[in-house]
């Protein structure tokens, strides 16, 4: 297909809805709240690492990620009320405006990532969490451990314990302890999900705020964005070679922003993104929705992303 005929991919364009009263734009997502109490978040194509967005949009990567997170959370709806009620176009998501807890619950199941960034350095502590000496990369925690984030408006997230948590009042023990029960339910569900499409549910992140005085499931589950995935085949055999990994996330972007010496410090500079990398980005995010779904994804084609969105909104304004 011609370049000129694909949608033109979303990074920095306004958009503005019929309702709105409030924009807010975060790292991925353009968050706009509407004055009937909804939230309206538009899903871009921009990608972030080490908390940077990256200066170039990944082509069909926010109706990736809208249409992943719609289908993940509809699939965990019995385990916790959620925040989405309908998605009137492929990149957008509408539903309860919560009041947002400024944690993320990052579950991991895997020495991987970050954990593996920490244990290699020598720590054997995580979030106050406990890990046990001679583990291999990848190797799997004796049961999944519990590693939160403060979620920062803006810059980086910062690890931190329950005990901090619980000190300095971000959420009463009460509420942590339902956090803690409900992250784990969830994830359960991720890996049984994971396990019947072949994959293994690695680590993730949730995001929960209170609607009404009752927890509820926010932003995005089970996606590129927010979780790791390996393929279930061969995976004890590239253990036991101590081979790599075959992964279905974003990590390969971070590994390759580390190979081009940027981790999201100070002046450390992000390397050129080709368009070769962009497309392989794309198509990875791509392949990621068809494997963990099972369904093959459609893409837009609608060369006025704006556009689109914009008319598919009205329309849905005007049905309600």
Not at 45 to 53: G, H, K, Q
Not at 59 to 73: D, I, W
Not at 181 to 204: E, K, M, N, P
Request: aromatic share 8%; charged share 25%; net charge negative.
């Amino acid at each position: 297909m011609s370049t000129s005929l694909l949608p033109t991919p979303l990074y920095d364009q306004q958009l503005h809805f019929e309702g709105e009263t409030e924009f807010y734009r975060g790292k991925v997502r353009d968050v706009h709240k509407m004055d009937d109490g909804r939230l309206l978040m538009v899903a871009s194509d921009r990608i972030s690492a080490f908390d940077v967005v990256l200066p170039r949009p990944i082509p069909f990567k926010g109706q990736v990620l809208n249409q992943l997170a719609a289908h993940m959370l509809e699939a965990v709806s019995d385990l916790v009320p959620i925040w989405l009620e309908n998605t009137p176009d492929p990149n957008v998501a509408v539903g309860k405006r919560c009041d947002p807890i400024r944690l993320e619950m990052v579950i991991r199941a895997h020495l991987t990532g970050h954990a593996w960034r920490t244990y290699r350095n020598g720590d054997r502590v995580l979030c106050g969490v406990s890990m046990p000496d001679g583990m291999r990369e990848h190797d799997a925690f004796p049961e999944p451990i519990i590693t939160p984030a403060t979620k920062a408006e803006e810059g980086h997230d910062e690890d931190i314990s329950e005990a901090d948590i619980l000190s300095q009042g971000i959420v009463s023990e009460a509420l942590y302890r339902e956090m803690e029960r409900v992250t784990r339910a969830l994830f359960s569900r991720g890996q049984q999900l994971a396990s019947d499409r072949g994959l293994i549910l690695v680590d993730t992140k949730y995001e929960f705020g209170l609607y009404e005085g009752e927890l509820m499931l926010m932003d995005e589950v089970h996606t590129p964005d927010s979780s790791r995935y390996f393929y279930a085949d061969g995976f004890m055999s590239r253990q036991e070679q101590g081979l790599p990994q075959a992964q279905l996330s974003k990590e390969f972007v971070r590994e390759w922003l580390i190979d081009g010496g940027f981790m999201g410090q100070e002046g450390q500079s992000i390397p050129e993104m080709t368009d070769a990398f962009v497309n392989l980005v794309s198509d990875r995010y791509i392949a990621l929705y068809e494997q963990v779904t099972g369904r093959s994804f459609v893409r837009s084609q609608d060369p006025d992303t704006v556009g689109r969105i914009q008319s598919n909104v009205a329309s849905w304004r005007q049905g309600l």
